[in-house]
């Protein structure tokens, strides 16, 4: 897992400085430099390095411990390492008052520098496993958790944030696998409701009965099998948020039920008489074009106008391809620990592969494609062969298409060479991607006269 | 045509120089051609006493022959880092030079006893370790493998010097590089 690792070395004596980092990405890490203090503030501002080695004596008015104290302004979960030539007790104890991880002496012993990296690399692989599982199992995910870098989703997310704490009930309209979900955990996350329940429901799972006492409860004999009284989901989420996921899917009478909750903020469990009174907020989701479906008469108007008080709705993945990368990087980045696979990276042609392809399903279908591109990855590197299935499938997105007018002969011979010159002319491995023998291969290679 | 380049400096036994450049043509399905060296006291750092092999690999990237793929030095100098008490060699991670010390693979470095079986292991693990950093393959978690990382003789000791099956299959990704 090391190449997911950043370190940074600050030194002024470039000599000192790049042969650590050379030393270092042996070992397999990604290694930045900087040759004063201000640079590695700097640095440190755009990216977040998990170690820093720190000269203590540079020149510029800032030294290794200033330095360390800026960049755990900062970073406070950096791990810093002042590294100097010039030990004295004096600056070893400030170095560590100050925060500073460890405190060693150059030249240092390679075995000493090897266990140290390798100690808080460990650390950090446990914390951030840990992070990663604790969100997974909670799925806590607030508003920053969100990644995106397109504006319109940016306008979104701060949409979010506004209403997070608000009672507003809140539409997000967006084809599958945008995220919807997300979002709902989000703003219910970022809110005042966080420490309260928040219930999903998906409308499109269930009959119309059964989600009927699903949301709203039922009484003892409400009906057959009903042997004592239940609570529906509206009262499982009081003081929370309720997600209405697929709302466009629920059935007429349903949305009659659901108009009066939100006008009335009380309902009647099934078979019951007394009025139960609740304060939950409703989120919904569709993938639906509601108004459309309003105009068509399959959805109530009031409850359309009561649902959309705040609408948000989510671009497809197409419509903002300059997330492309950063989703797949953060997919990489996750699933390399989930998978037990030290893959660091996504090569420039594999990225370009990804931008055109089309994503018909979106964000679930581009950490989809990555999680499969890293199960049978034997490099450190996804390259272009990982996403090889997203061109076999023939659904490499609309940026494709076949030059008119060519036969399939010739469409065949094009296939031949650019498998050929993507395996540097393994014709075992060749024919493994086209799913012919070696022998029809070789054959093809004759017939259509192909150099090799 | 592109040849592995060994090249020996002047205090290595012509033997010693002969058993990196055998492996190399056994390990690597290439070519393996030698060329002389010139003495690297212009390395040497009076203040450390040992020799520096940043100035080291600056020469050998200077002499590199124009149809060499990757070049190995060999020197009985003990080699340091500025930031290192010593290294067991250095390489180009991904470029074309690279250089192994004998100095330290030797048991009389540590007061022990000649022992020329142990030394002949050291040698070809640590010339094809630094070869690996050359075809761009960073340390290896697996112990036994000739690319993980050693820090001490033992560690050397423990490894075999063949790449683990992930790191032969790196290598033979790499353009042309057939083992």
Known sequence: ?452 | MKYLYVAAAPEVAREDHLLVRDLLGTAFAAPVREMPLPGLDFAYDAGRRQHGSIPVLELLSRLCPADAWKLLAVTERDLFIPVLTFVFGHAQLGGRAAVVSLARLRQEFYGLAPDRAVFVERARKEALHETGHMFGLVHCADRSCAMSLATNVRHIDEKHAAFCAPCAARLRRVDGARI
Not at chain 1, 82 to 97: C, G, L, Q, R
Not at chain 1, 131 to 148: A, E, F, N, P
């Open chain 1, 1 to 452: 897992m090391k190449t997911h690792w950043q370190i940074l070395v600050v030194d002024d004596e470039e000599v000192m400085c790049e042969s650590l980092a050379a030393w270092l990405r042996e070992d397999g890490y990604s290694v930045d430099t900087a040759a004063s203090g201000h640079e590695a503030v700097e640095k440190s501002r755009l990216r977040d390095y998990a170690i820093y080695f720190v000269d203590l004596k540079m020149p510029g008015g800032m030294d290794g411990i200033e330095t360390m104290m800026q960049i755990r302004t900062l970073r406070p979960d950096a791990s810093i390492i002042i590294i100097t030539a010039y030990a004295t007790v004096d600056t070893a104890i400030t170095a560590m008052k100050e925060g500073a991880q460890e405190y060693i002496v150059k030249p240092c012993n390679p075995e000493e520098i090897s266990l140290l990296v390798n100690r808080i690399i460990k650390v950090k692989n446990l914390q951030r496993e840990n992070t990663i599982l604790r969100k997974k199992l909670t799925r806590q995910y607030v508003v920053h958790d969100i990644i995106s870098k397109n504006p319109r989703m940016r306008e979104i997310l701060a949409l979010c944030h506004e209403v997070a704490s608000l009672r507003s009930t809140v539409l997000i309209q967006g084809e599958s696998g945008t995220g919807k979900e997300m979002v709902a955990r989000a703003i219910h996350n970022s809110g005042d409701r966080a420490s309260k329940p928040l219930v999903t429901v998906s409308c499109a799972a269930l009959a119309e009965t059964l989600l009927e006492s699903e949301l709203f409860g039922y009484e003892k004999g409400a009906f057959t099998g009903a042997e004592q009284q239940r609570r529906g989901k509206f009262e499982m989420a009081e003081g929370g948020t309720i997600f209405l996921d697929e709302i466009g899917d629920i059935p007429p009478k349903l949305q009659v039920d659901l108009l009066r909750v939100l006008q009335e903020r009380s309902f009647y469990r099934v078979g019951g008489s007394q009025e139960v009174r609740v304060d939950v907020r409703v989120i919904a989701a569709t993938n639906m074009i509601l108004h459309q479906a309003v105009s068509d008469g399959k959805f109530r108007e009031d409850l359309y106008y009561r649902l959309n008080v705040i609408e948000i709705r989510i671009p497809p993945l197409r419509e903002r391809r300059e997330d492309i990368p950063l989703l797949a990087s953060h997919f990489v980045d996750r699933l390399a620990h989930e998978l037990s696979k030290d893959i660091g990276e996504i090569s420039e042609g594999a990225l370009k592969l990804l931008m055109d392809y089309n994503w018909p399903g979106n964000v679930r279908e581009l950490e989809n494609a990555v999680e499969r591109a890293m199960v049978t990855c034997r490099n450190h590197v996804l390259t272009e062969d990982s996403f090889s299935f997203l061109a076999l499938n023939g659904i490499a997105g609309k940026a494709w298409a076949a030059p008119a007018g060519m036969t399939l002969q010739e469409m065949e011979k094009v296939l031949i060479v650019s498998t050929l010159h993507r395996t540097n002319g393994n014709i075992k491995e060749s024919a493994a991607i086209l799913g012919i023998d070696r022998s029809t291969l070789y054959e093809k290679i004759k017939r259509y006269e192909i150099p090799r």
